[in-house]
């Protein structure tokens, strides 16, 4: 790939597709990144572990966390108590293999979700307080090397990109 065309994973939800457990979005202005030539492959872990649109919310159980998840010592629950923590690591470890299939470096992710949280998630107490945390496809970044940024972060995404 040119190293001028930088290929960013991007949640979906922030590129405006109707993917959120509410069947909305959250479009952002990523115009800054087009302009500089970044491709933007959009990724929802969520649906791409099965998990239907709308679907009840979930939050990583209050004593767990992301990385727990991924190695099956924490959960994440949805409101109803449902266990759906094998469709966050399903989906987390598919947007991985595409991202690796791209060589992508970089990803812009959703801020507070269970799955694309940066810096922060909900409290596993669906009490509406947040926490400092990753989400479960965050953190498996993170563990494979992809330089994470939420949609906070653009100027310092903006920065690396520019340095990579
Ligand atoms: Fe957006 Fe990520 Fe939630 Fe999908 S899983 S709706 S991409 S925040």
């Not at 597709?17 to 979005?25: A, L, P, Y």
């Not at 990583?60 to 727990?68: D, L, M, V, Y």
């Not at 945390?133 to 994470?148: D, M, P, T, Y």
Request: charged share 20%; aromatic share 4%; hydrophobic share 35%.
């Amino acid at each position: 790939m040119d190293k001028c065309s930088p290929i960013i994973l991007v949640s979906a939800c922030l590129l405006g597709q109707k993917v959120r457990f509410d069947g909305q979005s959250r479009p952002t202005d990523l115009g800054c990144l087009i302009n500089k030539g970044c491709l933007l492959l959009p990724i929802c872990p969520e649906c791409a572990g099965g998990l239907p649109i709308p679907r009840s919310p979930c939050e990583i159980e209050f004593s767990g966390n992301a990385k727990g998840v991924l190695d099956k010592q924490s959960r994440v629950l949805s409101v109803n108590g449902r266990d759906c923590s094998d469709q966050y690591r399903k989906g987390a470890l598919h947007c991985l293999k595409t991202a690796q299939s791209v060589n992508a470096s970089f990803a812009l992710l959703k801020e507070k979700s269970p799955a694309c949280g940066v810096c922060f998630i909900h409290s596993g107490n669906f009490d509406g307080q947040i926490r400092e945390g990753r989400g479960v496809l965050a953190e498996l970044l993170h563990q494979s090397g992809i330089k994470i940024f939420s949609e906070n972060q653009i100027p310092q995404l903006m920065l690396a990109v520019e340095k990579s």
